[in-house]
């Protein structure tokens, strides 16, 4: 009979840090993420004998970090904003200002959407997951997760052909 500690080994977790740094920068401001993270792997620690083998290991700390990220905002009672980084001086500033309108409205697009669709939408496209590990994260098909997908993207290029950006 293995024991369920063994199992889960700080190399495996350290393996999957970098990945899931990443996933926690789609939702949350990066002068967050570092501590969002650091969290997520102290608790996968201490709890690494719950995690059941029933999905990625990966999957399971990106559920962790999920929950980490909401509790805080729950706790602030209010969601924390992005900081806005200020333009580089060497920059064409009509040019520095045009993408900043542009991104604004995308993250403004995304913004509006309901959930699921905000989420699945960065997943996908900021946080780089395949639809399978959408999925799991959702507990849903995959199938689930490619039209949920494709529905928020339309809605998205509706919104931005609407503020005139596409």
Not at 3 to 15: F, H, V, W
Not at 129 to 147: C, D, N, Y
Request: proline fraction near 3%.
């Amino acid at each position: 009979m293995r024991n369920k500690d063994t199992d889960i080994s700080e190399a495996m977790l350290c393996g999957e840090y970098e990945a899931v740094y990443r996933y926690v920068l789609t939702f949350c401001p990066e002068a967050d993420a570092q501590d969002v993270t650091q969290e997520t792997f102290l608790k996968a620690m201490s709890a690494k004998a719950g995690f059941a083998g029933q999905s990625s290991l990966y999957t399971w700390l990106c559920a962790i970090a999920k929950n980490i990220w909401r509790n805080r905002c729950k706790k602030l009672g209010r969601e924390t904003p992005l900081e806005d980084a200020p333009p580089e001086e060497s920059a064409d500033v009509a040019r520095t200002v045009e993408e900043r309108d542009g991104y604004l409205a995308l993250h403004q697009a995304i913004h509006a959407l309901a959930e699921p669709y905000r989420e699945v939408f960065s997943l996908r496209t900021m946080g780089e997951l395949s639809f399978a590990e959408i999925a799991s994260l959702f507990g849903k098909t995959e199938s689930w997760a490619r039209v949920t997908y494709h529905r928020a993207r339309a809605k998205v290029r509706e919104t931005l052909r609407k503020e005139g950006m596409l």
